[in-house]
């Protein structure tokens, strides 16, 4: 019995990205949650739904997916900066291209669009807050606005 | 860069430019009808001014001169000139590099030196030790503070959970990178982490110790970490007062007006008819355009243009060339207002030039220089940067000390 649950966690993990979980399937935040050591609470609204999981650290992380069970947003408000490779999965390397291909430091908030792809960086020390989304993701009648 | 030995006769000949230099900026001229540069000198006051930066590849840097020496040493010293002044965090952190010859203690906690890692909300970061200096700021002194030094080959790798990228973000380890020979934190903040940074337990990649090698996040009191300097003087530590000289919408080539340190605690740093604007829990106050209010807006030296909300928002007046910079076809004026959770709010009046324009122009020096803050109303915000300083008088006041005129700001306050 034993070994047949461990096969069976093995299939779950397996069954679910590396990480974590803009444009991932729901089953990803826990993943996030786990990185967070955070507690976690599902809040429903109109046309979507939104994981809200708050760390020891004081960091706030929502999570906002779809109806087909996609996360097409995240927000964070958080004393430092979260791991966003973690966040956002795939769509971090277009983070780190756009900022790579800043030569000169500016000194305040980041902002990166791409196709398909929305990510705004902000705050400062001790305070920081941000989002991310994925246009062709959003629910319908789902303004972006409602990823804070 | 230059290197010298601490001594009062330079100190004076240090002073007596600075005076000179407070004479000009107060001829600079007040244009955009707001607050004048006042004449300042005392042992309160250091020279700043904007300019391109020692690497010359900079807008709107705000830099000064600190010098610092091995505590207790009155020859064991380096003037690092080129060091931003930085309100939008707190602590000195200074290239090992501006400090060749230059040996300062570590701090250790639990036996083991203390390291940093620093993450900037353009995903840059900082990487180094923390080590004990004195630091020299016109004729202040904070002594045995820790300060950081950021290392070009560091003895430790930087942990990867202090990088939200993982690679990517820029190492700020050079005065190529940094743009500056270091950065003086003197924002609201007393310390750069405070009581979250006191149990490894909440998690904060903020201070490491490396124990054979392996970094990890260290339970690090409070009396180890970063302080503004400013709050360890033995005077004049309640805040700052930044001064500068207005410019015309073309931009100067350079700006120069006075760091004064102490607020409403000289002649030269009273608040005058300066509001209050105290900020909240977390440095940010409500900034309105439109009737829509922004709730997570601040002030920043270290922030070298005016954010301001984002170019939907606006009518569509990005750049082509430059993502995220403003290029109206002319120039733009706006009004919003700031509110303080005081209750003070008042009015702030800007500009917003063609960014191709100023950048093209040679200056260096701008009043107009604009870009976006976020995507949308819900990420949106207003980053005062140094546009906001160039023909104002600027209070910081740092949270936990004495407010002059008795205003409620636990959390620190601006003043203008």
Known sequence: MKTMLGVLLILTLGAVPARAVLGEYESSVSLDQEYLRGEIRVTAAQGYKFHQIIAPSGAIVREYVSPEGKVFGIAWQSPFIPNLQQLLGSYSTQVQQAAQSRTRRRGGPFVVRTSDFVFASGGHMRSFHGSAYVPSLLPKNVSAEVVR | ?416
């Open chain 2, 1 to 416: 860069m230059t290197f010298k030995n601490s001594s009062k006769a330079s100190l004076g000949r240090f002073l007596a430019v600075v005076a000179g230099l407070m004479v000009l900026a107060s001829c600079g001229g007040s244009g955009n009808g707001l607050v004048p540069t006042p004449v300042t000198s005392g042992s309160n006051v250091a020279s700043v001014v904007v300019d391109s930066g020692p690497e010359n590849n900079f807008i709107n840097g705000i830099y000064t001169s600190v010098e610092v020496c091995a505590p207790g040493s009155t020859s064991n010293c380096a003037t690092v000139p080129n060091v931003l002044v930085d309100t939008g965090s707190s602590g000195l952190r200074l290239l090992s590099a501006a400090l060749p010859s230059l040996s300062l203690p570590s701090i250790n906690v639990s036996g083991n030196p203390l390291q940093e890692c620093i993450q900037f909300v353009d995903l840059s970061y900082i990487w180094g030790p923390v080590a004990q200096a004195d630091v020299h700021l016109a004729g202040e002194t904070a002594s045995s503070v820790p300060i950081q030094l950021i290392s070009a080959s560091p003895e430790y790798a930087v942990p990867t959970n202090c990088l939200s990228l993982g690679t990517g973000g820029a190492d700020l380890n050079s005065v190529q990178a940094l743009g500056a020979n270091g950065i003086l934190g003197v924002g609201n903040l007393p310390q750069d982490c405070g009581s979250l940074c006191i149990s490894a337990a909440n998690n904060i990649p903020a201070y490491f110790t490396c124990p054979n090698g392996d970094c990890q996040i260290a339970s690090t009191p409070v009396a180890d970490q970063l302080p503004n300097p400013v709050a360890l003087f033995a005077t004049d530590n309640n805040g700052v007062l930044i001064s500068l000289p207005s410019v015309p919408l073309t931009g100067a080539a350079t700006a120069t007006g006075s760091l004064i340190f102490g607020i409403g605690t000289q002649s030269n740093n009273a608040l005058g008819s300066a509001q209050i604007y105290a900020v909240d829990a977390n440095d940010d106050f409500t900034t309105t355009y439109n009737g829509v209010p922004y709730s997570s807006s601040y002030i920043d030296s270290g922030s070298n243009i005016l954010y301001f909300l984002d170019s939907a928002t606006l009518g569509n007046i990005d750049c082509l060339d430059i993502q995220g910079i403003y290029c109206p076809n002319s120039t733009l004026n706006f009004t919003v207002t700031n509110t303080g959770t005081n209750g003070t709010s008042g009015q702030v009046n800007f500009s917003i030039a063609n960014g191709d324009n100023l950048y093209s122009s040679g200056n260096a020096a701008f009043n107009d220089l604009a870009g976006d803050s976020g995507t949308g109303v819900s990420s949106d915000y207003v980053d005062f940067g140094i546009p906001f300083f160039l023909g104002r008088n600027v209070f910081v006041g740092i949270a936990g000390k004495t407010v002059p005129n008795g205003a409620s700001a636990p959390n620190g306050y601006w003043a203008y």
